[in-house]
């Protein structure tokens, strides 16, 4: 069965400096998507990246990169250059034709920016 | 969360009532879902469909009801509220297969409490 883990629950950084959220992943797929989301206080979903099993390179989008390290069943999210706006909390998804293309969720991880 | 549009935001039901979530999207997504997102659990999947026709039953799917007419709307109805039902909604619709990429876009939520 797909799972995804996120093991912080919580996670401070200061402000301009970078900051790595973890999530680990279990399939037996060999074809999937892996997603990150932020969710602030306002609750809606904003998509950040995404990154496919068969991507070679890591994903990038402006200050989020996504270290994905497929033997380890891993994907990570780098933001860099942290900014109060970034506080807020961030999903960790997949998508896998083992559970019928829907999407899984982590348990989520709440970041905070300090000044 | 330009395409998806979700109703009522806010909703407050009794007991035992009954009522529908509406979710209807612009964009021709072949793929719909709903979610409901409670504290430290993530989004848990509750229907999804994969075409205008077809659903099927995601991880909590005990207590509401989906169908899908058409294409464009994807409505949830609680059969008969229950306290446990209190959470926040969310329906996604996305293009295509697990590994494509595709961005799966978000409505804005609907808060529900059941008292």
């Known amino acids: 069965a797909q799972k995804i883990t996120q093991t912080q629950p919580g996670m401070f950084v200061q402000e301009k400096e970078a900051v790595t959220l973890d999530c680990t992943y279990d399939t037996s797929d060999q074809s999937y998507g892996l997603f990150w989301y932020k969710q602030p206080s306002s609750g809606e979903m904003i998509f950040l990246i995404y990154q496919g099993s068969y991507d070679e390179q890591n994903a990038t989008e402006g200050r989020y990169s996504l270290n994905f390290q497929k033997a380890r069943k891993s994907a990570n999210l780098v933001i860099s250059a942290s900014q109060l706006g970034d506080s807020a909390m961030y999903f960790c998804?997949?998508?896998?034709?083992?559970?019928?293309?829907?999407?899984?969720f982590g348990a989520g991880t709440i970041l905070r920016v300090k000044s | 969360n330009a395409g998806v549009t979700q109703t009522p935001k806010f909703q407050v039901l009794k007991t035992g009532q009954s009522m529908t979530l509406q979710c209807a999207q612009d964009?021709?997504?072949?793929?719909m879902s709903w979610y409901r997102q409670d504290p430290g659990m993530g989004l848990r999947l509750i229907h999804y469909s994969v075409g205008a026709g077809i659903t099927d039953q995601g991880e909590v799917p005990n207590g509401y009801n989906v169908s899908r007419s058409t294409t464009e709307d994807f409505p949830l109805r609680l059969l008969s509220a229950a306290p446990s039902q209190t959470s926040v909604y969310f329906c996604a619709s996305s293009y295509g297969q697990a590994d494509s990429g595709n961005t799966i876009y978000f409505g804005e939520g609907s808060w529900l409490t059941v008292v």
């Open positions: 998804a997949m998508r896998g034709v083992e559970y019928g293309n829907k999407l899984v």
């Open positions: 964009m021709n997504h072949e793929y």
